[in-house]
């Protein structure tokens, strides 16, 4: 198949970026999106100019760093799916195709489509673990949990980080990524007894990094490739809630 | 710990409750101003005597005057949210998601709807609160003789479509707020967020139908 690519290229994050036109011709609808951009990058390798820059890792959907958004919807146009498990098959023959990184003022694009996501890494660190002391690892039959509670705790557990959901928010809000975490951990015998500390911790961190607040649009469900529903964000709230209203200090 | 908690008290989280507090509070009223401008089609007496009894029982400026925080509270928090959110994201995309990804058209425009409301509602509070002051005698008491003012206004088309096209906003407004109301106090479930949707377009086709039956009925019926 033949395709035209506009792709964001900046150099850095003092540069301002603009979108360059690539023409693609013969492109297999087997491969995926990222090995798409990688027979591209070979081919802007060979006329001596600078390859694409993109975040990818596993490639199998698992460690969510392929972080962009296609013709507007991150991760691309399917549901449930990451980019590096796009298939080319999924566009036209001679269809434009618009490559954009994650756009949010948290996520400062390093350069073209890579961006930095440590912000989410310093909202797991206000909170988002369980304080265990060290001895021997307790026998795991010996903790009471509910299939329901740890079916429900495992789909949240489901999130990989890969912040599709600040890029789809109009508003670049970071709670579903927050709520998936915090419930994940309070769903769960061993994160309970923190989890009101938790909750405010990593909701005051996320508040500090400068994401913007939910509305409640569902975009960041629908682009979730891992599914994770707005039900955590409205266990995260009355968390929030009720730990802010026993809080003792 | 003050600063602590004032903190707290400015996280999104808090600001997104009050937002769904004040939002329902709002949804009650407009639900029962609603109801009650439908004694238009009872009549003169019954509609004004339902003013001026309203207008004369002992709390009436306690509830008018929470209803004035209830709007200003929702206003200002709904402004600076939408600022906040605005600053979130200082570069737009160049295309627009697509159908499956994208968000609904309501939830994208509240702060839109809701600035539009905004403006009606002052307007409004000056069309009627403190517009002409007639006033009648039914059974003996003197009262405001709003019947007779809303009559008036509505003969005009221009008042008729304004008021038509604004409460129609209203209902756009309420269709996304009412659900998300629950969602930010927490109260978000599989088992109940479908059902909450569909009360909340009904509730909202409701509100916004029985409003804008009332300037229509009198465009065309009270000629
Ligand atoms: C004074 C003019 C108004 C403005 C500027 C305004 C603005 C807004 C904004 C920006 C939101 C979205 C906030 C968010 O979802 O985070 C919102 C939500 C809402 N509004 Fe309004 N609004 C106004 C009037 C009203 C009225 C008259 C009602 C009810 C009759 C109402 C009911 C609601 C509800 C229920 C929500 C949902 C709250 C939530 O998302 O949790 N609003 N409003
Ligand atoms: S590269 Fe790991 S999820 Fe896509």
């Known amino acids: 198949m033949n395709l035209t690519l506009k792709v964001w290229r900046q150099k850095s994050d003092k540069d301002k970026g603009r979108f360059v036109e690539y023409k693609l011709n013969d492109v297999s609808p087997d491969v995926s999106f990222l090995e798409m951009l990688d027979v591209l990058n070979q081919d802007i390798i060979h006329q001596g100019h600078d390859p694409i820059a993109f975040d ?40 434009v195709i618009h490559v954009e990184p994650f756009r949010a003022k948290a996520f400062p694009i390093h350069k073209d489509l890579m961006v930095d996501r440590s912000a989410f890494d310093r909202i797991q660190q206000a909170g988002g673990y369980v304080s265990v002391n060290t001895g021997n690892a307790p026998d795991a039959n010996a903790i009471p949990v509910s299939k329901e509670y740890s079916d429900m705790a495992f789909d949240a557990a489901a999130c990989i980080g890969c912040g599709a959901c600040v890029a789809s928010c109009k508003n670049a809000s970071a709670m579903l990524f927050v709520s998936a975490k915090v419930s994940h951990l309070s769903l769960l015998p061993q994160g309970a007894p923190e989890k009101h500390e938790r909750v405010l911790k990593m909701v005051a961190q996320m508040d500090k990094e400068g994401f913007g607040n939910c509305t409640v649009t569902g975009a960041c ?29 | 710990m003050a600063t602590a908690t004032l903190t707290l008290l400015r996280s999104s989280v808090v600001k997104k409750a009050i937002m769904g507090l004040t939002g329902l509070g709002l949804s009650g009223f407009v639900l029962a101003h609603m109801t009650g401008n439908l004694l238009i089609f009872k009549g003169a007496q019954a509609y004004n005597t339902y003013g001026h009894q309203l207008t004369h029982n002992p709390a009436y400026p306690l509830i008018a005057i929470g209803l004035l925080a209830l709007m200003g509270i929702h206003f200002v928090c709904g402004i600076t949210l939408t600022w906040e959110n605005k600053r979130a994201r200082t570069q737009g995309y160049a295309v627009d998601a697509a159908d499956q990804k994208a968000a609904s058209l309501a939830s994208r425009t509240m702060a839109g709807t809701g600035s539009i409301l905004a403006v009606f509602i002052v307007l409004h509070l000056i069309t009627f609160k403190y517009g002409t002051l007639y006033t009648i005698t039914h059974d003996g008491v003197e009262m405001r003789d709003l019947h007779r003012l809303v009559i008036e206004v509505f003969q005009s088309p221009v008042y008729v479509a304004w008021y038509c096209f604004s409460l129609a906003l209203l209902g756009f407004h309420l269709k996304h707020g009412f659900a998300a109301a629950f969602q930010s106090i927490g109260f978000g479930h599989p088992k109940w967020s479908a059902h909450i949707k569909c009360l909340a377009v009904v509730y909202a086709l409701i509100v916004a139908l029985g409003f804008i039956s009332q300037p229509l009925y009198v465009y065309l019926v009270h000629r």
Do not use: W, Y
């Not at chain 1, 596993?58 to 990451?82: F, L, Q, Y």
């Not at chain 1, 682009?223 to 200090?249: S, Y």
């Open chain 1, 56 to 95: 990818h890792d596993c490639r199998e959907g698992i460690c969510g760093s392929c972080s962009m958004v296609i013709n507007g919807s991150a991760h691309g146009p399917d549901k449930a799916t990451t980019t590096c498990q796009l298939h080319m098959r999924r566009f036209k023959d001679g269809e």
């Open chain 1, 221 to 249: 469900e629908a682009a979730c490739p891992k599914e994770i529903t707005l039900e955590n964000i409205a266990r995260m709230n009355r968390e929030f809630l009720g730990g802010f209203a026993v809080k003792r200090k």
